[in-house]
Every structure is written in C-alpha cells, then in structure tokens.
C-alpha cells in the first residue's frame, strides 16, 4: 500500500491510497480449494487493515483492526492466509474507514468454481466508485473509462461491484437489456432481466447481454449528477463498442 498521483481523467490528478500502485488495487483471481496469501506492506502514512468481503475463512484473518487483528501501522507489513472456499465475484478492501475505500484501497476478487465459471465470449470487471478521488469506473472517470467491447450476439458478461463507500448507482445499459444471473458471488436459480440495476456499496453483480445492433452504446449510472454534466457525459461513464 502506498500514496500514489493518481490521474482519473485528463488533466485531473488526484493523491490516491494504492493496493500496487494502482487504482482500483491488483484484481486477485483464483480458484475453488485454492490457498491464498497475501502479504501486505503498509507504505501509508496511517494505519489500515485489510477485509476479504463476502469472504468465508478463519475469524483472524477477517481483517478487521482491534477485533480480529492488530492495526497495520505505517511500515509495518501483515501476512493473510486463508483458503479460497466462497465463489463467485468479491472484492477486498481497507476496513479502516470509507475514507481509505474512497482514495483507492479495494480491489476485485474472484474465485472460479470447480464446477466453471459463468459462460460468455466476453468478460468485464467494473468497480464502481464515488469517494475523493471521485465517480469512477475501475478508477477512471469518463473520458477516461476503458470501453468495453464485442460484436453482434457476442454474449457478454459483465462483473459489477459496488466499492462505494458511500452511494448506491442504478446501473444502466442502453441498447439492449441485460439479465442477472448471480448476486454477492451466488449464482441465481431464477436470473432475470431488467435494464437498470442498483448496485448498493459492497454489492456484487453478474450480469450477461448479447448486443443485437452494431454502435456506441452507454453503460452508465442513471443518477444524473454521476453520470452527466453541463458539457457532456462525465464520471460514470463507459461505452460499449459493438462491432457487425
């Protein structure tokens, strides 16, 4: 963990807390039974802890400071350890207040079934942000949002998590309805479809599409001020480029 220059969109640069130097922090991917370990070095000059949400695993390694573990002063490293049993999508995340969230200390995590992960062409991860550093996606705000892509009935899967710390966003996408097959990491015996989703702080989604019409189409919060400003599209903001 350290204090990074942070630039969410051209020309707007902000002091980001970092997993790696980067925000959102590294996306950690493994599978079902796998043993994790995950040392963390704290470069900050504030003490943190680190939380495995929706994560099912030994109380001392919850990452929650003065309950389950000592605080992680600056400096000082800490090591986790635990075995990967919940599937689906998470996320961890510092558990020292919305403030250290909020400047970029949280990250996906991912934990492939031994049964298989969810079947698409395509895969996406957006982490959905609104503290200092702003209202980002995956840590960028539109213009500076990573478009997604995929062609004509390509079927697409997009992974949604709410890193807040502080608003729900009603997630929407144009073009095309899309169907929600899992929720905080369990996949759904009745998915079902919708074209806006609220996505609430530590939520998780899985949601799947096929684009029908080739184009520029928007994926983005529905809140307004989040998404929209006097001069254009900002902040919650991507694109989905569907090719013939």
């Given at each position: 963990?350290?204090?990074?220059?942070?630039?969410?969109?051209?020309?707007?640069?902000?002091?980001?807390?970092?997993?790696?130097?980067?925000?959102?922090?590294?996306?950690?991917?493994?599978?079902?039974?796998?043993?994790?370990?995950?040392?963390?070095?704290?470069?900050?000059?504030?003490?943190t802890?680190?939380?495995?949400?929706?994560?099912?695993?030994?109380?001392?390694?919850?990452?929650?400071?003065?309950?389950?573990?000592?605080?992680?002063?600056?400096?000082?490293?800490?090591t986790?350890?635990?075995?990967?049993?919940?599937?689906?999508?998470?996320?961890?995340?510092?558990?020292?207040?919305?403030?250290?969230?909020?400047?970029?200390l949280?990250?996906?995590?991912l934990?492939?079934?031994?049964?298989?992960?969810?079947?698409?062409?395509?895969?996406?991860?957006?982490?959905?942000?609104?503290?200092?550093?702003?209202?980002?996606?995956?840590?960028?705000?539109?213009?500076?949002?990573?478009?997604?892509?995929?062609?004509?009935?390509?079927?697409?899967?997009?992974?949604?998590i709410?890193?807040?710390?502080?608003?729900?966003?009603?997630?929407h996408?144009?073009?095309?309805?899309?169907?929600?097959?899992?929720?905080?990491?369990?996949?759904?015996?009745?998915?079902?479809?919708?074209?806006?989703?609220?996505?609430?702080?530590?939520?998780?989604?899985?949601?799947?599409?096929?684009?029908?019409?080739?184009?520029?189409?928007?994926?983005?919060?529905?809140?307004?001020?989040?998404s929209?400003?006097?001069?254009?599209?900002?902040?919650?903001?991507?694109?989905?480029?569907?090719?013939?």
């Amino acid at each position: 963990m350290s204090q990074t220059d942070w630039e969410v969109s051209p020309g707007v640069v902000k002091q980001a807390y970092t997993f790696n130097g980067i925000v959102p922090g590294p996306t950690i991917k493994v599978n079902e039974g796998d043993q994790v370990r995950v040392i963390v070095q704290n470069d900050l000059p504030e003490h943190t802890a680190v939380h495995w949400h929706g994560m099912q695993l030994p109380n001392a390694q919850d990452g929650v400071p003065d309950i389950t573990q000592p605080h992680i002063m600056p400096g000082k490293t800490y090591t986790y350890e635990w075995t990967a049993k919940s599937t689906g999508t998470h996320w961890y995340h510092s558990h020292m207040g919305g403030g250290q969230v909020g400047r970029g200390l949280y990250g996906a995590l991912l934990v492939t079934p031994t049964l298989g992960d969810i079947a698409a062409d395509k895969h996406y991860t957006i982490e959905i942000g609104d503290g200092s550093n702003g209202f980002t996606f995956n840590g960028k705000s539109y213009p500076a949002t990573v478009p997604l892509t995929a062609a004509v009935n390509q079927k697409v899967h997009v992974r949604l998590i709410g890193t807040g710390p502080e608003m729900i966003h009603p997630m929407h996408l144009h073009g095309v309805p899309f169907q929600v097959v899992a929720q905080d990491g369990n996949k759904l015996a009745s998915p079902y479809t919708v074209d806006t989703l609220n996505v609430g702080v530590g939520q998780t989604y899985d949601i799947v599409f096929q684009p029908k019409e080739p184009g520029k189409w928007l994926l983005h919060c529905h809140i307004f001020s989040h998404s929209e400003g006097p001069n254009g599209m900002i902040g919650l903001v991507t694109i989905v480029n569907v090719t013939p």
